[in-house]
């Protein structure tokens, strides 16, 4: 039986893969914010096994790496994210909201990934999915598709920083036959959803599981699930 890791998973995208890999007979590990979400979880699936943490914490590596346990991880599914839904202009936008983005979309994967090897070793996961985000683009960013787009700084810099987390986690862990993957998993129906949102989470979460099942992803790739390839 194969194990994924999915951070986030309290809602949204990351309970609707909690629910995917969990049909497809997944062992899954999950982590979540809050005891409510812990509960929610526990009593719908008993056998998913669920740590409450938050990734932005300075013990959260710890927590996770205790929690494993030497458990072998297949799969990590970095999902865990906010919206950035303030600061939308050079003005407006402060240290403090690019400060708490950064740690929770780059820190907060570095974090979880460095856990799992080091409650692993000298295993490994096989395949890193970092959800990121079309907004982390610098191609698009530089073409000027997001001029017209209300969408923090925080977020789009963060979302960026964490595509290079996952170029640079890529090369570094090549050798021990990890694939790291950025997934933008569409403009989804969620309560910060865009305005050209049209793919609900449970239709998100069914393409990427049939992704990593298809077994033909590559490392260095930024996929969008709706259309394909996306320029880093």
């Known amino acids: 039986m194969q194990a ?5 998973a309290s809602r949204g995208l990351g309970l609707a893969l909690v629910q995917k890999f969990h049909a497809h007979k997944y062992k899954v590990y999950a982590v979540v914010r809050s005891i409510s979400a812990y509960q929610r979880i526990t ?28 458990t072998t991880v297949d799969i990590i599914i970095n999902n865990a994210g906010s919206a950035g839904t303030t600061g939308t202009n050079t003005i407006n936008s402060t240290s403090e909201q690019l400060t708490y983005e950064f740690r929770t979309h780059c820190i907060g994967a570095l974090s ?23 907004r982390g683009s610098l191609s698009m960013q530089a073409a000027g598709a997001t001029k017209a787009v209300v969408c923090s700084f925080s977020y789009r810099i963060a979302k960026a920083a964490q595509n290079m987390l996952s170029l640079c986690m890529a090369d570094d862990l090549e050798n021990m036959g990890v694939k790291v993957v950025s997934i933008h ?3 989804m129906l969620t309560k910060m959803a865009p305005a050209d949102a049209t793919l609900s ?23 969008c699930l709706e259309t394909g390839m996306l320029q880093w």
């Open 4 to 8: 994924v890791l999915i951070t986030g």
């Open 43 to 70: 009593e719908m699936y008993p056998d998913v096994s669920v740590l409450v943490a938050d990734i932005t914490d300075v013990d959260y590596e710890k927590s996770l790496e205790n929690f494993l346990c030497n």
């Open 112 to 134: 979880t990934v460095k856990a799992v090897l080091e409650s692993m070793k000298p295993l490994s996961p096989s395949l890193v999915i970092n959800i990121s985000s079309r």
């Open 185 to 187: 998993p569409g403009a």
């Open 201 to 223: 989470p449970e239709q998100s979460a069914s393409r990427l599981l049939k992704m990593i099942e298809s077994g033909k992803l590559s490392s260095r790739e930024f996929i």
